[in-house]
DNA sequence: GCGACGGTTCGGCCGGGACCGAAGCCTGCG
DNA sequence: CGCAGGCTTCGGTCCCGGCCGAACCGTCGC
């Protein structure tokens, strides 16, 4: 009848609470095993079991196993993105699972999209960075100029590795809360994963919230404005 | 338990068939009539009522009376862009609903995207624009330059309207079948409209697909590459 | 080896929601 | 005015699919 990609089969999957809630949890970026994602979707490990297979199946989930473990991750910064799109669209229309409260202010601020910084202060990187002339921005085809290359290397991200990953080094994500781009791909990964190695970030237990440690919040606001 | 955007009841909306149906033939731009919109899902009038019902009051579409009639139409861009997405990560992800077939290729050389042109030909079209400095394009702000404004104003394209209007001039919005950027917004849909009026394009039937007519293959390749 | 533990499979229960036909409401038309 | 046609509401049916407990399979650790 319709022809194109099936759309629905997609959204069912996303549509049902409990799926909802594991892919939600897994938004975070770290794999999990399918005990805790039965756990976050408030399932038995039984049902969970289900769900996990039929999302795997469906390419939205990397399965790994590991020893008598089982790990899922997403399985690509496009189901991220996909998942922050619907939920830009949920926000907009008012669709909040809960009343917006103090944790929903620190979620704006700062929290983890699939492996890199989302979030206000994501966004006044990425700003500042393509107006200082470190990001050549060009519809979505973003890239790191030689300041920009010198400038990440001072902040101690070793650029060697990243070039040579299949992943691309720099692309935009259209942030939820703030409607405006910033930085993902291997780079965005990378400084994220920096900021925490330095102490600069911290996640907050389990969630998606990220918190700047003292120094962090200086440092940032130094170098980002 | 969790926080932020309730994604699950969006995509519970979407990931119904009969419902994605509706959608889907919404995608074309027009309004429907909540018969034609039955029809399109394969449900009897009754069952598509309450549908309709549902996707108006969470926001998604947008009701109007008329006469004895109701016509339905999607909210907003940002809903197309949402089911465009989730077109993307389908087909990424191998779920055809049919077997690929010319029908599709179709489809991905030339379309309509809720009332803007789609496809290959839009993505060609915005580049060749972009390229000969008729837009600004820093990130996903694009802006028509003056040389721009010529350009469109040959084509017959009146901008003082379009500069008034509360809607954007310039957006860029993601194509499925190319993963590159093309042209939307008020300029976007009022370049469509410009093609339409002149006789370069017709719509084919009911569906998405636009054929460009002999004359106006050759204009537009003449003018786009 | 044996037990403990993570994960999956199976069978059966149950509820939500999609679906329809029939009746009712409203609008427009003769 | 009364009829026709578009749409909605109401009841009732039915099935898909989520959920669990229990049994089963594999891996690890003693």
Redesign the interface.
Known sequence: ?????????????????AR??M??ALLGGQALTARELAEAA?VTPATASGHLGQLAE???LWPRKQGRHRYFALAGE??A???E??????????????RP?P??AA?REARICYDHLAGAAAVRMFESM?GRGFLT????E?DLTEAGADFVADLGVDLGPLRAARRPLCR?C?D?SER??HLSGALGAAMLERFRAQGWIRRRET??HLVFTPPGARGFRELFG
């Open positions: 009848m319709q022809q194109g990609p099936d759309i629905t089969r997609i959204a069912a999957l996303i549509g049902e609470p909802a809630n892919l939600s408030g469906a390419g939205l496009d189901v993105q996909a998942l799109t619907l939920a830009g669209l949920a926000a907009s229309r008012g669709h909040l699972r809960t409260g944790n929903d979620l393509a921005v060009a519809r979505e973003i935009v259209l939820w405006r781009s969630g998606r």
